[in-house]
């Protein structure tokens, strides 16, 4: 028997993926997530040195979406990537996350 699809993996294609991290902003968070794991909202902002309000919009239609999941401590949001995202969404990540420290060099 074939092993059933996540829903996010169903909707989660290719074209998709490439519109969402055609912007930067949310192509730094994801690949600042990827390495990190989870950060704090605030922890984010600091370090991508962008408007806030530019990550927190990045980072709410990255929720919205599914790729990013959220996780509220009091007054903190906390993201990381999404549970079941396709295993070649952390290889394009590495692989961004790679040629950015390359061509900042």
């Known amino acids: 028997m074939a092993a059933q699809a996540s829903p996010l ?3 989660l294609r290719g074209a998709e ?3 969402i991290i055609s912007d930067e ?3 730094r968070a994801l690949t600042c997530l990827y390495e990190a794991g989870e950060l ?3 922890e984010l902002i600091d370090a991508l040195s962008q ?11 990255l929720t919205a979406c599914g790729v990013l999941s959220e996780r509220r401590e009091r007054f903190r949001v906390h ?3 999404a549970d079941g995202l396709p295993a070649w969404v952390g ?3 590495g692989a961004a996350r790679d040629w ?3 061509a900042a060099r």
Not at 51 to 61: F, H, K, S, T
Request: hydrophobic fraction near 40%.
């Open 51 to 61: 408007d806030p309000m530019q990550v927190r919009e990045a980072l709410g239609e």
């Open 79 to 81: 993201y990381r990537l």
């Open 100 to 102: 950015g420290v390359a």
């Open 91 to 93: 290889i394009a990540l």
């Open 17 to 19: 993926f490439h519109r």
């Open 9 to 11: 993996t169903e909707t």
């Open 40 to 42: 704090e909202a605030e």
């Open 25 to 27: 902003s949310r192509l």
